[in-house]
């Protein structure tokens, strides 16, 4: 028995199905999770010892690759002073500062824990503002595992179902949230002008319009999605890369909405780790590196080499989404624009492809429903080895 396997029969006496989070249980692909016992840049070793070329990058956090230099060194600086105060420190302002200058819709944010909690603050928030109760999600969009009432659903990309549900419910969303390049039911885009469509929309129904950025914040380029897009939102939810690999995410725009939350306003959000300094140290550092335009443009032509072969050599069965640093294969032949398509995915087929990438030393993301993400530290022979290894796969 692998040291994995025998530690995964320890972890579930103790834990609730062995994880802290569902997906790293292999539950939808068979066998059993690799523990990890360190990163290093692009790469994963396991207490195996077997060592993965990386494409979660725990869950599209990494995108400077793992343990970035810089930012082990600002966490270090960060650390020789303290854990956690429970009391303002100058590097949330300094953090705060520097993503209003990224994204211009936001004037101001709050930092939490999760994105989870953003989601959750920003719909709260959303609900005071408006003096209403339902909430508009599209199918296949994740947004945390808070438990919403008055939850009103339409697929993604289809504008009719929406109006239909905007003229029926009138006067009663209070907010729309949506991942704006929806990475959870495996990555979608966008169809032309269907998120421009959502902000007039909700801005002729004066409800409010909730860019769930936790995946395509900082990685989508510096702006985001919305900035990709051009579509201003008038919330923002990020995570993931803002944290550098620690707990933390955030939720911000207009000063006249964020001027309602406590203790500016009446509406209550709290948090005991909330802005938390090693966090705070290690999302400055990432962000200082990706504000070098060297760090995205490195990226985009790593990226752009990898898609354009594995999209001409792919089998017609196989669909490649991508956009960015991040990507979903497919397991069909429709073209995958929403969560509809997506299910047509032969997800037994994915677990097959999926444990000979895993045999090959690559690891994905082990689930067919999530995006695989390239990092800064991905070379191009890295990712020429990759597409052979699909290729052969497939
Ligand atoms: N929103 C989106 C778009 C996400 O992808 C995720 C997590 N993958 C979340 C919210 C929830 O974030 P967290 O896991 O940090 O609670």
Known sequence: MSKSAAAFEQAQRYLSGGVNSPVRSFQSIGGTPPFIQRGAGAYLKDIDGRRYLDFCL???????????????????????????????????????????????????????????????????????????????????????????????????????????????????????????????????????????????????????????????????????????????????????IIGGGLPAAAYGGKRELMSLVAPEGPVYQAGTLSGNPLAMSAGLAVLQELQKPQTYQALQKNTEYFFTELAKHLPPDVRLNHLGAMFTLFFTKTKVRDYRGAQTSDVKKFARFYHKLLRSGIYFSPAQFEADFISARHTPADLKRTLTAILAAV
């Open 58 to 240: 725990s869950w599209g956090v990494h995108i400077l690759g793992h343990n970035p230099p810089a930012v082990v060194r600002a966490v270090r600086r960060t650390l020789a002073d303290g854990l956690s105060f429970g009391a303002p420190t100058e590097l949330e302002t300094r953090l705060a500062k520097l993503i209003i200058s990224a994204i211009p819709s936001l004037e101001k944010i709050r930092f939490v824990n999760s994105g989870t909690e953003a989601a959750m603050s920003a719909l709260k928030l959303a609900r005071y503002y408006t003096g209403r109760r339902k909430i508009v999600m599209l199918e296949g969009g994740y947004h945390g595992h808070a438990e919403y009432s008055e939850v009103l659903r339409a697929p993604f990309n289809d504008r009719t179902a929406l109006e239909k549900i905007f003229a029926r419910h009138k006067n009663k969303i209070a907010a729309l949230i949506v991942e704006p390049v929806p990475a959870n039911m495996g990555v979608v885009l966008p169809e032309a002008g269907y998120l421009a469509f959502l902000r007039e929309l909700t801005a002729a129904a004066k409800t409010v319009l909730i860019f769930d950025e936790v995946i395509t914040g900082f990685r989508l380029g510096w702006g985001g999605a919305q900035n990709y897009f051009g579509v201003v939102p008038d919330l923002t939810c990020l995570g993931k």
